[in-house]
């Protein structure tokens, strides 16, 4: 069991980045009227939009990264609590 929650947690951590880079990229096109820059080699995109791009990508990764291993934890705990009780 203690697998199969940890495989969720992996899951749910994976598609939560994916609706975090999404977003990001929604609310960077919003918010400039140009695409994200994805390619750092691309010398179309300014050196501090990139910059900015890829810290705004890393802080939402480690926060989503946070949350989900902590999520994990507390369900693995609860799982330990209630098998203890039966």
Request: net charge positive; no cysteine.
């Amino acid at each position: 069991m203690n697998v199969l929650i940890k495989l969720l947690g992996l899951v749910v951590g994976m598609g939560a980045g994916i609706a975090a880079n999404k977003a990001l990229e929604a609310i960077w096109s919003k918010s400039t009227g140009k695409p994200a820059p994805k390619d750092a080699s691309n010398l179309e995109d300014s050196l501090p939009g990139v910059v900015l791009f890829a810290f705004a990508g890393g802080a939402a990764g480690a926060v989503i990264h946070v949350l989900t291993q902590r999520a994990t934890k507390k369900a693995l705990n609860k799982l330990q609590e209630t098998a203890d009780e039966v």
